[in-house]
């Protein structure tokens, strides 16, 4: 499930496929829905070609999400599943995030995830501080 904020998109990957495509959505407070019909899109992004270039780039950024999503399920061992997600949210040689939001995201124990932690430091491939983790050797990491 997925909590949208104000300006977030839904749908765009369905926009121009021709089978229907079924969506629940549940408001938690009054708001706006704006639907746009494939035909209008359509439309706009003939006149103003820059409409397209970000519709492309809004489903680049969902598809490398979601590879990354599939990654991080599909690697089997929890060293794997750290490792893939540090990987792909490292920014400028670190990522930040709580043990316990993490273990739920990757479907791990806290006790697992703890055990990763230290199987991956202990190779030298990262560094803990508290909720910060450094990614000393990216090479390596992407290898676990």
């Known amino acids: 499930m997925s909590v949208l904020e104000p300006g977030d998109l839904f749908g ?12 629940t959505l549940t408001a938690q407070r009054s708001c706006t829905l704006l639907l746009l019909p494939q035909a209008l899109v ?30 991080t399920l599909t690697a089997g061992h929890v060293e794997g599943k750290l490792a893939q997600y540090l990987l792909a949210h490292t920014r400028e040689g670190w990522a930040e995030c709580s043990a316990t939001g993490l273990a739920k995201r ?12 230290d199987t991956l430091t202990q190779l030298g491939l990262i560094r803990r501080d508290g909720k910060r983790i450094q990614v000393l050797n990216e090479a390596g990491l992407s290898q676990v």
């Open 12 to 23: 765009a990957a369905a926009l121009f496929h021709e089978e229907a495509y079924a969506v």
């Open 42 to 71: 359509e439309d706009l992004m003939a006149r103003f070609p820059q409409v397209g270039r970000n519709y492309v780039a809004y489903l680049s950024g969902r598809i490398r999400f979601l590879s990354g999503k599939i990654e």
């Open 106 to 117: 990757l479907g791990v124990g806290r006790a697992s995830l703890y055990r990763a932690f």
